[in-house]
């Protein structure tokens, strides 16, 4: 958020929708962002609207995806069981 460049500790990475909302976007990389330690902690978590908004003028592309994502995954409900254990045999199954 701050442009500067980020590495070792100063290096976050944090989802842009939320894990609570569902698991299902949890391991899609688009969902993800690497911020500096401060715009992690002291921006992105405590003042969502503006965070919302930067990523909506940054990347809006991935915002797009991502609202599709959010609409499709509302109708298909949570995540069951099963389905975990689905997506851990295929990645399991993708690693040999």
């Not at 590495?7 to 990475?13: L, V």
């Not at 499709?72 to 995540?79: T, W």
């Not at 975990?84 to 990645?91: A, I, N, P, S, V």
Request: charged share 25%; glycine share 4%; net charge positive.
């Amino acid at each position: 958020m701050c442009g500067k460049y980020v590495e070792g500790s100063n290096c976050h990475t944090s989802h842009v929708i939320p894990v609570s909302f569902s698991l299902r976007l949890a391991y899609d990389l688009v969902n993800l962002k690497v911020l500096c330690y401060h715009c992690h902690l002291h921006i992105w978590h405590k003042n969502p609207l503006l965070s919302t908004a930067w990523f909506r003028r940054k990347f809006p592309s991935r915002y797009k995806y991502l609202q599709k994502r959010k609409k499709e995954i509302h109708k298909l409900g949570s995540v069951k069981t099963f389905e975990l254990e689905e997506w851990l045999k295929e990645l399991k199954d993708g690693q040999d």
